[in-house]
Structure formats: C-alpha cells, structure tokens
C-alpha cells in the first residue's frame, strides 16, 4: 500500500486529516505512528477545530521539518531557511490545488461551535471534501520528498 493510500485509510479510519497525515511519514523519520498520532491531534480541523490552517497542510508542515530540519549537521539559520522555504512551497502548491489553506474556508463552514460541527457531520463534510484534502498533502509531499 502507497503512502498515499495509508494516510487515507488513516484517514477513513476515523484519525483526523493532520493525524492521518504524520502517522503515515513519521517512519521514514525513525518516529513510531503512535507518537505521530499523538504528535498531531490537536491540529485537526485547523487547530483544535477552530478552522485555521488545514490539519494535512499542518501535518505536511511536521513532516517536511522532519525532512529539513538537521540541526547536527547545518547551521541553524540555514536550516531554518530551507525547512521554511519548502513549506512555504507545499502550501502554494496545495492552495493553487485547492484554492486555499485555511481549513473553514475549504469546508466552506465554521466547525468551532457545536452547532457548527454538527452541521457539518449532517452534511458530511469531512468525508466528501477532507478526503480529498488528505489525498492532495500526501501526493504534494510524495513529489516533495522525492526531489531531493
């Protein structure tokens, strides 16, 4: 099964977008999924349901740290610089994708409230339109990581 498919399975599975997300590339950084799991819990639904930034777009920002980020081997500031650039290039690529970053405007909603949330779940929201945001960070960041 691709990497791809794991994190929508993940996803299908009833783990949030972020969730589904960093457990599925945490091995390739010697990370358990379990702790990816607990990693990013609270990234789901753009924060802690509040509808900032999409928890695959936020979980794809853990990875590509993990990718990036070698503070034994670079001086910080470079590090900083290259770990900053190619996440400011996955979410270009998954706004030019999917119009947007920010996780109320994608849902087309509000899920912080109650209220919200439960329309959302009536309208199925989550697994008519997440799924495919899930699917777009995975492929973004099998491209991404295969540059190099």
Known sequence: ???????????????????????????LFGIEPD??????LCL??????????????????IVLSLKYSSPETRPRQEMNNTTYK???????????????IICSELLGME???EQGLEQALAKDVFNKQCTGYVRAAAE?????????
């Open 35 to 40: 702790q990816g799991l607990v990693l990013s």
């Open 111 to 113: 899920i912080r409230t």
């Open 140 to 148: 973004l960041l099998e491209e991404m990581l295969n540059q190099d």
């Open 86 to 100: 190619k996440c400011t290039e996955f979410m270009d690529r998954f706004s030019e994708r999917n119009e947007n």
């Open 1 to 27: 099964m691709s990497r791809i498919e794991q994190a929508l399975a993940r996803f299908e599975n009833g783990y949030n977008c972020a969730q589904a997300i960093v457990s599925t590339y945490c091995p």
């Open 44 to 61: 789901g639904g753009g924060v802690a349901r509040h509808g900032n930034i999409c928890g695959a777009v936020s979980g794809a920002a």
